[in-house]
């Protein structure tokens, strides 16, 4: 069992830094449609309808999708100064009470957002905007896309606080 749950936590962390490291290119779109929006603005005189919407989608989705690649590198927002005033120890249980609660709120989130998210896909929701995408139902979805990826890789950063097989490093790799 021990072993199959190590063989888990390496599955997962390879998947979630793939899907991490695959999100740089929709950052790198996004980039370019916002480089192309301001030569199409400002040298051309030909706004484009489009190109806001899209640069925020792209840029959401990556932040979304990159939220297990995070979680593998452990490069949340933490406070590393409590890391400096409690010993190893204590900081490693701290760790441990921090993935159980954000299991528990990243759960209870995912219940809350999947009402929502089976009702945009029974039925899409636009925008809005002059481009009038379906972008309030893609990025609720997405949100549910999000916790999943984020409680899989929390699972997996679980077994390998249990088992013990980071050897202490803090860095996550």
């Known amino acids: 069992m021990r072993t199959f749950l190590a063989r888990y936590a390496q599955a997962v962390d390879r998947f979630s830094v793939f899907i991490g ?78 993935m159980i609660v954000a299991l528990g709120a990243v759960f209870f989130l995912a219940v809350a957002l999947w009402h929502p998210a089976m009702k945009a896909l029974a039925r899409a929701e636009h925008s809005g905007t002059a481009m009038n995408s379906i972008q309030p139902s893609y990025f609720k979805v997405m949100m549910v896309v999000g916790c999943v990826l984020y409680l899989i890789q929390l699972s997996a950063n679980v077994i390998r606080w249990a088992q013990n097989s980071d050897g202490g490093r803090s860095d996550g790799h």
Not at 29 to 37: F, G, P, V
Not at 62 to 71: D, F, K, N
């Open 21 to 98: 490291l695959s999100c740089s290119t929709l950052l790198f779109a996004c980039i370019a449609i916002s480089a192309a929006e301001v030569a199409l603005r400002y040298g051309f005189d030909a706004p484009t309808l489009w190109s806001t919407e899209l640069a925020m989608t792209l840029c959401a989705t990556a932040w979304i999708l990159s939220v297990g690649y995070v979680t593998e590198r452990r490069r949340h927002i933490s406070i590393t100064m409590l890391e400096l005033l409690v010993g190893e120890r204590v900081w490693r249980m701290f760790r441990l009470m921090q």
